[in-house]
């Protein structure tokens, strides 16, 4: 049965794979975003965006991490869900991160429960996909603990997910009945961090030091092997295949 279904976000790295994966599997898939006129905190051109689909995939992520992240969330959400029940939408569909719950020292992982929390309470039927950290951040995270000849990451356990592999599994759960509950996913292997910058750095050729500290960046404020789930339906892409 074709499908409508409003993919807000629906024009970034993960977004702009769904729209294009439901829309190959025969959905009408309508990516919104910004950039298409759609302000989830001000509530401007979300009711047109959501009007007609049955369902409503939400990839929004707040514009910072830090403590500024509750309240973004906290609009998005109660825009998006108002709007998502006055068009009659039955199903609502957010992305989370494995272990989000169990990082109480981060600003972001509590405002991304606060999230999910919203969506529990409120009126449409829902289903939460939490995904392993995503491969394509790794650039990132070794940027920020980074000087001139070494790089400072902890041996904070990862199980790294390709982005296509993420968004295979968001548009799987989108056409499915809602799970009033939660999806992990993740990718096949689990990593300590700094080792996986150890082989992020050899494959590009990056002669720089990684230097084990526990304290390192944001996965520093990580206790214990709280972010990895083998028990998750496992994504196939392997991090070496990603790399080259």
């Not at 995939?57 to 108002?82: I, Y």
């Not at 990132?140 to 001139?148: E, F």
């Not at 759960?173 to 050899?202: M, S, W």
């Amino acid at each position: 049965m074709r499908m409508k279904i409003a993919v807000i976000g629906g024009t970034g790295l993960i977004g702009s794979q769904v729209v294009k994966d439901l829309n190959a599997a025969g959905h009408q898939a309508v990516p919104h975003s910004r950039s298409t006129g759609v302000d989830v905190v001000g509530g401007g051109g979300v009711d047109d965006a959501v009007e007609g689909a049955e369902v409503v995939v939400n990839l929004t992520n707040s514009p910072t991490f830090d403590d500024a992240s509750p309240a973004f969330f906290r609009a998005s959400m109660d825009t998006l869900l108002a709007a998502a029940r006055r068009a009659g939408t039955g199903h609502f569909v957010i992305l989370s991160i494995v272990g989000v719950d169990r990082v109480p020292a981060l600003d972001y992982y509590r405002a991304k429960v606060l999230q999910e929390e919203i969506l529990r309470d409120g009126p449409v039927p829902y289903s939460i996909v939490r995904a392993t950290q995503f491969m394509e951040f790794m650039e990132a995270v070794l940027s920020w603990t980074a000087s001139d000849d070494s790089v400072r990451l902890p041996a904070t356990p990862i199980q790294p997910i390709a982005a296509k592999d993420v968004a295979a599994a968001v548009a799987d759960v989108a056409v499915g009945a809602p799970l009033n509950g939660i999806r992990n996913i993740g990718g096949p292997e689990v990593f300590p961090l700094d080792e996986l910058g150890r082989l992020t750095l050899a494959h590009k050729g990056d002669a720089r030091t990684v230097v084990t500290d526990p304290g390192a960046g944001m996965f520093g404020a990580v206790e214990g092997d709280v972010l990895t789930d083998l028990d998750a339906h496992l994504a196939p892409t392997r991090y070496a295949d990603w790399l080259s």
